[in-house]
T-cell receptor, first 118, second 116 residues
């Protein structure tokens, strides 16, 4: 069965510090997708990134970067020079392709609450 | 409307009452989903639908039912609400359930339900 673990329940850092959110996943499939979503205090879920299992290239988008390592089943998310607006709950999620891709939905981790203090 | 809308935004409900949460999308997405979000548990899939006319059970389907009469609407019904169904409910959609197609999920704003 697929599983996503976000071991960090809450992280608090001071503005401008770098912070890494960990995500470890379990799946028996060779084809799968990994996602990160942000949930700000307003409550909506904001898509950040999708990565498929065949693409291990790290990705950078502004202050955000993602490190995908199949060898350790991890898909970690780093925010560089954090800002107060980055304060949110961040979810890592997994979708397996064997059941038809997104057909059975996403398996979410329990989320990491990131607090950026001014 | 653009994207996914959910109604109501919030609701307080007496235990034992029937309640339908509404979800409508205007993106012509084939797949739709219902999740519940509980503190410390993340989001868990309740039911899903690959296409109009088909539905399937997710991780926590008990006490809930869904229907998919058309592409746009995917209502979630609680036949007889219980306090453990107090949660925030999110509806989501994605363009196509097949893995060959990018399957990002788009989420609605959520419905906060309290069952007393």
């Amino acid at each position: 069965a697929q599983k996503v673990t976000q071991a960090q329940t809450e992280i608090s850092v001071v503005e401008k510090e770098d912070v890494t959110l960990d995500c470890v996943y379990e799946t028996r499939d060779t084809t799968y997708y990994l996602f990160w979503y942000k949930q700000p205090p307003s409550g909506e879920l904001v898509f950040l990134i999708r990565r498929n299992s065949f693409d291990e290239q790290n990705e950078i988008s502004g202050r955000y970067s993602w490190n995908f390592q199949k060898s350790t089943s991890s898909f970690n998310f780093t925010i560089t020079a954090s800002q107060v607006v980055d304060s949110a709950v961040y979810f890592c999620a997994l979708s397996e392709a064997s059941s038809g891709g997104g057909a059975d939905g996403l398996t979410f981790g329990k989320g990491t609450h990131l607090i950026i203090q001014p | 409307i653009a994207g996914i809308t959910q109604a109501p935004t919030s609701q307080i409900l007496a235990a034992g009452r029937r309640m339908t949460l509404r979800c409508t999308q205007d993106m012509r997405h084939n797949a739709m989903y219902w999740y519940r979000q509980d503190l410390g548990l993340g989001l868990r899939l309740i039911h899903y639908s690959n296409t109009a006319g088909t539905t399937g059970k997710g991780e926590v389907p008990d006490g809930y039912s869904v229907s998919r009469a058309n592409t746009d609407d995917f209502p979630l019904t609680l036949a007889s609400a219980v306090p453990s169904q107090t949660s925030v409910y999110f509806c989501a959609s994605s363009p196509d359930p097949s893995y060959s197609i990018l399957n990002e999920q788009f989420f609605g704003p959520g419905t906060r339900l309290t069952v007393l």
